[in-house]
């Protein structure tokens, strides 16, 4: 579970840093970090599923037609699940807590609470967990969702304190959980279900850098269910 220490260290190097740092980025080395982010969830997503799309010419028309299927079910079983309205929904009670006055109405377990939930309740994360549990070391997407948690850390940190810092603790939880979940049933996958996959989730980085760039709003957490849609076409394909 590489991946999932990664993201841990992630928030912690950026909370340590926010602690220790406690004045605002400045808006230009925002902008930077931004399009390195993007540069760097390109180079993953398009790696992953360079790896994932493979075999003869017959084959990998076969692998993007299943996944261009996979793109158009997943959507609709996410939006049928109310994935996306269920984490605005709690991202909006985060930023809610967030709002309060330090040492006035803020608590340290709101604060604690809201890092929790900004930092599990994150569809990179969950597509990282499961890929990093598949056991193939495919670490990289937790390894960018570890970016971009320790810069947030890194601003909370300078708001709420060490309470961004124990949430490192409930994600460690969370993602931990679904890893192994991953991990267990990982042997019943055939090759061409793994790599279908991957190339799912490969798919979810990419959609990711319109989010990192702030180009428009992508339901992102309604593409979920093609990781699980992804598999079973290809079980059924086969």
């Not at 931004?34 to 599923?49: D, N």
């Not at 028309?61 to 158009?72: D, K, M, V």
């Not at 609709?76 to 929904?89: A, E, P, T």
Request: proline letters at 5%.
């Amino acid at each position: 579970m590489l991946g999932t220490i990664l993201n841990i260290a992630g928030i912690l190097l950026g909370g340590i840093a926010g602690l220790y740092w406690p004045r605002p980025m400045p808006p230009e080395y925002q902008s930077r970090l931004k399009m390195f982010l993007a540069a760097a969830a390109v180079w993953v997503g398009f790696s992953m599923l360079w790896r994932a799309v493979n075999g003869s010419f017959r084959q990998v028309l076969g692998q993007l037609g299943i996944l261009l299927l996979a793109l158009i079910l997943g959507p609709l079983v996410g939006r049928l699940l109310r994935l996306q309205k269920n984490f605005s929904r709690l991202g909006g009670f985060a930023e809610n807590e967030l709002s309060r006055p330090v040492g006035g109405g803020m608590s340290a377990m709101h604060g604690f609470v809201a890092c929790a939930v900004i930092f599990c309740l994150n569809p990179l994360g969950i597509t990282g967990a499961i890929q990093d549990g598949l056991g193939e070391g495919k670490y990289q997407t937790l390894a960018l969702k570890a970016a971009l948690d320790g810069l947030a850390a890194l601003g909370l940190a300078t708001v709420l304190g060490w309470r961004v810092l124990l949430a490192a603790l409930p994600l460690a939880a969370f993602q931990g959980t679904l890893a192994l979940g991953a991990r267990f049933i990982a042997p019943q996958l055939s090759a061409a279900m793994m790599d279908s996959i991957h190339a799912a989730a490969a798919l979810v980085v990419l959609s990711a850098v319109v989010l990192i760039l702030g180009i428009r709003k992508v339901p992102l957490a309604d593409y979920l269910p093609c990781l699980a849609v992804a598999p079973l076409l290809t079980w059924w394909w086969r």
